[in-house]
């Protein structure tokens, strides 16, 4: 499996489901996800209108490396239910 590029394309609802079938408590989830967040596109034309991020993960924060794992562990346990 690769997963070089998967960390920048985890959907936020994915991450939310994975924290919460973890047993993440609901108002750690909210300050964790970055709630609300919104960013721009700049050009030498200038900024874009912000628009709500949905996918991936926020790139420097300490957190993401850890969220993208739960998400991988959630995953596999969810597989290994589903599995006889």
Do not use: C
Request: without cysteine.
């Amino acid at each position: 499996m690769d997963l070089e590029k998967a960390f920048d394309r985890v959907l936020r609802v994915v991450i939310r489901w994975a924290v919460h079938k973890l047993g993440v408590e609901g108002w750690l989830v909210s300050a964790v996800m970055y709630a609300g967040a919104k960013t721009v596109v700049r050009t030498v034309y200038g900024n874009s209108n912000s628009f709500e991020v949905k996918v991936g993960m926020n790139q420097g924060s300490a957190l993401s490396p850890l969220l993208f794992v739960i998400v991988i562990e959630a995953v596999s346990r969810e597989f290994s239910i589903a599995s006889p």
